[in-house]
């Protein structure tokens, strides 16, 4: 992210995933100010064309966890959890975000805690990615980095 681009999503495009259990550890830098915030997160379910379909999980700097879908272009906030539940504030602390997505049901946590469970949509059914994603509100020059520390994707169970 810099000046120009507030936001990057990153997608795994050489295998699909549809149901699983996604899980990202992750350092998230304080927010650059408060009506400016960092995000970081795991998308999944995103389809490769224009119109793209994409779920994407963000633990926000300022402790919130949102769940937003993105269809035909539109973001639509499915929820957002003020004050998450195990969020870990402290300076350089790695939050772990896991969303397992399973049978139309997707369960959102942070930090082994769960977040909120919502019934979905089905998923694509074919060619569905997933990766990680990076945000700020307001694009800025020299943004903190966020700093990945491990992904994983495996079989929902």
């Known amino acids: ?6 936001f990057t999503n990153v997608l795994n495009l050489t ?4 149901d699983g259990d996604y899980c990202m550890d992750v350092i998230l830098p304080p927010p650059i100010a408060a009506n400016n915030q ?5 998308s999944f379910w995103a ?3 224009s119109n793209s379909s994409m779920m994407g999980v963000l633990p926000v700097s300022n402790g919130a966890v949102t769940l937003n879908k993105l269809t035909a272009g539109t973001w639509n906030t499915i929820f957002t959890i003020p004050n998450a ?7 350089n602390a790695t939050n772990s975000l896991r969303v397992t997505a399973l049978s139309g049901t997707i369960t959102v946590y942070l ?12 998923p694509p059914s074919t060619n ?16 903190p980095l966020i700093q990945v520390k491990g992904y994983s994707v495996t079989a929902g169970k």
């Open 47 to 49: 389809t490769p064309d």
């Open 111 to 122: 930090n082994g805690t769960v977040v909120k469970t919502v019934r979905a949509q089905e």
């Open 85 to 91: 539940p195990g969020f870990n504030s402290t300076a």
């Open 38 to 42: 960092m995000y970081a997160g795991i």
């Open 15 to 18: 295998f699909n995933a549809t």
């Open 128 to 143: 569905a990615f997933f990766g990680m994603t990076g945000q700020v509100d307001t694009a800025v020059a020299n943004a």
């Open 1 to 6: 992210m810099d000046a120009q681009n507030s």
